[in-house]
């Protein structure tokens, strides 16, 4: 299946009657027997539509804008702003930065193109196909032709705009896979249109079974324990097209996903569950391969009780990190992208999928609502008003979690909010995905996020700014000025140095208080070696945090501590009290510093909410030339009212909470410096 020997031109009719037969089961007399119900149940049930427009509303909204968007040639993608065509699309094209790739053979086409900002995920992204799924399902909903005949021309004109196997959008096997799967998905829901002919059908099924050829041949498999989420799409397409074709290559390609699947959810995640390649954006992209893996074989039991426990424990990893807002944090690489898109909302949605998968699973428990998403409503029909109605959760989440495998952990108590990323260099050390944020933080207070990630902004189009937002000056960290946690690698823009290892060291959770202790090493490789540990308490009584930075180690260094502020007005007194004030609501957060010898600076900060968008920002700046070991200890305490008084009664709060910090946190002697080390700097 490695092999990389292409043929350069597509299959003819009678090449593809004969593979498709050859051996086959049954005699193939029209292509309408490809479009059996593989993913959608909707199509020509009345009553279930009637419900749909009915239920579904807001839903729909989204769905209906995407689809009308794509008949006027005007798409959105990823965190970009709308773009139109004037005529027709060019596949080719990063509108972005106006930049086209060549339709040359695809094994010459650049991936990266240093120094024009040129970004592939835009033409990759724009040829992912999610805009037929809209158009399709937008006509099963409303009979309307018009958005039959659109994505039927949108078919057409991409067949013939990009010949296999030529150009950029044949270049990576993932995004084959990808386009292979939304490709079966609208075409499932056209197959009864009256406007779709045979000639058409016969034409798309072959050129989707050149996608699957095209993947057996490209897959994207390195090793065992070093795959990432490209096999996985792989082998999802892989597993599609042998679903829809009745061949010897068809039921090959089907048993070997369903095998190397069963494997790669084991290979590629912990045992708590939590995705191998260091991104939570990530874990939700191969949650939503995985799930629909299962989706596609849940009534075979070609899949065994051990892949649906470990998706159930993937989905458990979603609910148990959410925020107060439903959002995730915005830990590791995340470039927004997205499988399968059946409501046409094209963000990642951490909700929405925790609720399919629930009603997919039939796990209601997993759910934050009694009511079915419109995604699994298109995937299960009326079963999935069944398997909600029996949730008996809310969108209200409680209880503070450690996953030890992963070194993730969220304390939670009502309204607060913090997590705590102590996640190792992830994909076997590649550290294609992961950024410089052991022991970062994220702490919201309700709907507002006050200390956030920076995001990811880019991939390829600037390898400065891929490094600067995954630097670790963009994370909220206790650092060294200007030394990366994991140093980067010149011209490799998926990987880092593996120098630091990070550990959960002490775990405690009970009525009162909440207290971990975790460090990392990144810095012991200097000719004066620092390990850094972050201690954090949250006391249940006065509802706050006491967080403890600590640099063990000799010599002088200039220690920074970064907060990267969220949806937030900042203001700093005299005595540099930080007060934070939500942009959203009334919220307060007040940044109290306990040690001596810290000044703070407040400067202009980015951060990237999706991939390809940035907002201004700010960024906290704690800094003090110090010789180690030493540390600061400071204090983030939510406050309900924006009266002075109120806010300096919260602070003075601290006081007894650090009193009762100090009778139940036992300090955990750390000795692990080294001066000889084998890397330099």
């Known amino acids: 299946m490695a092999s990389v020997a292409v043929r350069k031109k597509p299959l003819t009719h009678d090449e593809f009657m004969s593979e498709i037969t050859e051996n086959g089961t049954r005699e193939v007399r029209s292509p309408k027997l490809f479009s059996q119900r593989r993913f959608f149940c909707v199509e020509n049930d009345s009553r279930l539509i009637r419900r749909i427009n009915s239920e579904y509303s807001d839903e729909l909204n989204w769905l209906f804008k995407s689809a009308d968007r794509t008949l006027m040639n005007t798409f959105r993608i990823l965190g970009f702003p709308e773009y139109s065509f004037e005529r027709q699309v060019e596949w080719n094209l990063d509108f972005i930065s106006g930049h086209s790739w060549d339709y040359d053979y695809f094994a010459g086409v650049p991936v990266v193109r240093w120094n024009d900002n040129s970004d592939i995920k835009v033409p990759w992204e724009l040829s992912r196909g999610h805009y037929l799924v809209w158009l399709s399902s937008a006509w099963v909903l409303t009979g309307r032709r018009e958005y039959a005949t659109k994505a039927i021309d949108l078919f057409e004109d991409w067949m013939q705009s990009n010949p296999y196997p030529y150009g950029p959008n044949w270049i990576c096997a993932m995004e084959v896979a990808i386009r292979l799967v939304n490709w079966a998905a609208a075409l499932e829901n056209l197959r009864n249109c009256p406007f779709v002919s045979d000639d058409f059908l016969w034409r798309a099924y072959r050129n989707l079974y050149q996608h699957a050829v095209f993947i057996e041949e490209n897959i994207e498999f390195v090793s065992k324990g070093m795959n990432t989420n490209h096999y996985i799409a792989d082998l999802l397409g892989l597993l599609v097209a042998g679903r829809i074709f009745d061949s010897k290559n068809a039921r090959t390609w089907r048993a070997i996903a369903v095998s190397e699947l069963e494997e790669e959810i084991r290979d590629q995640t912990y045992p708590d569950g939590f995705c191998y390649e260091s991104s939570l954006n990530y874990h939700l992209l191969t949650t939503e391969m995985f799930l629909l893996a299962y989706h596609l074989e849940r009534d075979n039991g070609r899949l065994s009780q051990n892949f649906t426990t470990q998706l159930v424990s993937m989905l458990t990893v979603i609910r148990n990190l959410l925020k107060p807002d439903g959002t995730l944090p915005n830990f590791g690489d995340g470039d927004s992208g997205r499988i399968l898109i059946p409501n046409g909302r094209a963000q990642q949605d951490a909700v929405n999928l925790l609720n399919t998968g629930a009603a997919l699973l039939d796990k209601p428990e997993l759910a934050t609502t009694r009511k079915a998403t419109l995604d699994a409503v298109w995937m299960l029909g009326d079963q999935a008003f069944v398997s909600m109605r029996l949730s008996t959760n809310s969108v209200t989440l409680s209880g503070s979690k450690v996953l030890g495998d992963s070194g993730l952990a969220v304390i939670r108590d009502r309204e607060n909010y913090l997590f705590l990323g102590a996640n190792e260099v992830g994909t076997g050390g590649l550290g294609n995905h992961k950024h410089n944020d052991m022991l970062s933080i ?240």
């Open 442 to 681: 994220e702490l919201s207070v309700g709907d507002t996020n006050f200390i956030v990630d920076s995001g990811t902004y880019t991939y390829t189009s600037d390898a400065s700014e891929r490094n600067r937002f995954r630097s670790t000056s963009a994370h909220s960290v206790p650092t060294i000025k200007n030394r990366e946690q994991n140093r980067f690698i010149p011209k490799l823009l998926f990987a880092v140095r593996q120098d630091a290892e990070v550990r959960v060291d002490h775990w405690t959770s009970d009525e009162t208080y909440v207290y971990i202790d975790t460090e990392h090493s990144g810095y012991v490789r200097l000719s004066d070696p620092v390990l850094i540990r972050r201690s954090i308490y949250y006391d249940k009584i006065e509802r706050l945090w006491i967080i403890r930075d600590s640099f063990f180690g000799q010599g002088e260094h200039d220690f920074e501590n970064n907060m990267i502020l969220g949806n937030a007005n900042w203001s700093v007194d005299q005595n540099d009290r930080v007060v934070l004030r939500s942009a959203v609501n009334d919220d307060i957060l007040a940044i109290e510093n306990l040690s001596s010898g810290w000044r703070v600076d407040v400067e202009p900060h980015r951060i990237s909410d999706s991939y390809g968008h940035q907002i201004k920002s700010s960024r906290l700046r704690y800094h003090a030339v110090r010789t180690a070991p030493c540390e600061m200890l400071w204090a983030a305490v939510p406050v309900l009212s924006t009266e002075d008084t109120v806010i300096q009664n919260r602070i003075d709060a601290i006081k007894p909470a650090l009193e009762r910090m100090k009778l139940k946190t036992q300090p955990v002697i750390v000795n692990r410096l080294r001066k000889d080390t084998k890397v330099g700097v």
